[in-house]
């Protein structure tokens, strides 16, 4: 036969034979892929044309308007104003604690230089002792030292003269006359105050 000569099928090796079939197989197996992507794609555009469906299998139409006749709106409302009203009574309750704290931290530092300010006492005594004997000397020194002092809350009592008050002076001798209200006749040892409470009441002569 000559190579122009076509060899029919029965003419064929065996590997021949098995070559053969194993191209055909490989085409029908790319041909049957294209197909199952087309028919992917054909789904897709199925799928979304479909309504979606709930979980029991009942159809859903994502633009239907959700029904809620069977809400109890009244009930709904009395919750909400119940939570409102805890939440402000929660609020004022932690405002007034707040406030509260704030006096209490005050307080305590009142009182922690009011102590400091106590202790500082003997040495304005000393001053003002001094201050008798040279007055041109210690007047400058004293003056100072009150007017520092007084930047922070501390005050001296002026009571020379005034009606006697035991909230702030305290008695210790006494000059009698014709009668009458009892007054300050000499203060002996000066009285202070503290941020407008008494520190050390003042040590007085009175006379009535």
Same mark, same amino acid.
């Given at each position: 036969?000559?190579?122009?000569?076509?060899?029919?099928?029965?003419?064929?090796?065996?590997?021949?034979?098995?070559?053969?079939?194993?191209?055909?197989?490989?085409?029908?197996?790319?041909?049957?892929?294209?197909?199952?992507?087309?028919?992917?794609?054909?789904?897709?555009?199925?799928?979304?044309?479909?309504?979606?469906?709930?979980?029991? *299998?009942?159809?859903?139409?994502?633009?239907?308007?959700?029904?809620?006749?069977?809400?109890? =709106?009244?009930?709904?409302?009395?919750?909400?104003?119940?939570?409102?009203? @805890?939440?402000?009574? =929660?609020?004022?309750?932690?405002?007034?604690?707040?406030?509260?704290?704030?006096?209490?931290?005050?307080?305590?530092?009142?009182?922690?230089? *009011?102590?400091?300010?106590?202790?500082?006492?003997?040495?304005?005594?000393?001053?003002?002792?001094?201050?008798?004997?040279?007055?041109?000397?210690?007047?400058?020194?004293?003056?100072?030292?009150?007017?520092?002092?007084?930047?922070?809350?501390?005050?001296?009592?002026?009571?020379?003269?005034?009606?006697?008050?035991?909230?702030?002076?305290?008695?210790?001798?006494?000059?009698? @006359?014709? *009668?009458?209200?009892?007054? =300050?006749?000499?203060?002996?040892?000066?009285?202070?105050?503290?941020?407008?409470?008494?520190?050390?009441?003042?040590? =007085?002569?009175?006379?009535?």
């Amino acid at each position: 036969m000559g190579d122009g000569d076509l060899h029919e099928p029965d003419d064929l090796s065996d590997e021949e034979l098995a070559g053969t079939a194993s191209r055909s197989a490989s085409e029908a197996a790319a041909a049957a892929d294209a197909a199952e992507a087309a028919g992917e794609f054909d789904d897709i555009d199925t799928l979304s044309a479909l309504d979606f469906e709930t979980p029991d *299998g009942l159809a859903v139409d994502p633009d239907q308007a959700v029904d809620y006749s069977d809400v109890d =709106v009244p009930a709904l409302l009395a919750e909400r104003n119940e939570f409102k009203s @805890i939440a402000q009574r =929660v609020q004022a309750e932690f405002e007034n604690f707040r406030k509260q704290a704030t006096i209490r931290a005050q307080n305590d530092a009142d009182r922690a230089t *009011g102590r400091l300010a106590e202790a500082f006492l003997p040495v304005l005594d000393a001053a003002e002792a001094a201050f008798l004997r040279h007055p041109d000397e210690v007047g400058p020194l004293l003056n100072q030292m009150l007017a520092e002092l007084k930047k922070h809350g501390l005050e001296t009592l002026d009571l020379d003269g005034q009606p006697f008050d035991p909230e702030v002076a305290e008695a210790v001798a006494h000059e009698p @006359i014709d *009668g009458g209200e009892a007054v =300050v006749a000499e203060v002996l040892r000066s009285g202070y105050q503290w941020k407008g409470k008494t520190l050390r009441a003042a040590m =007085v002569k009175t006379k009535d």
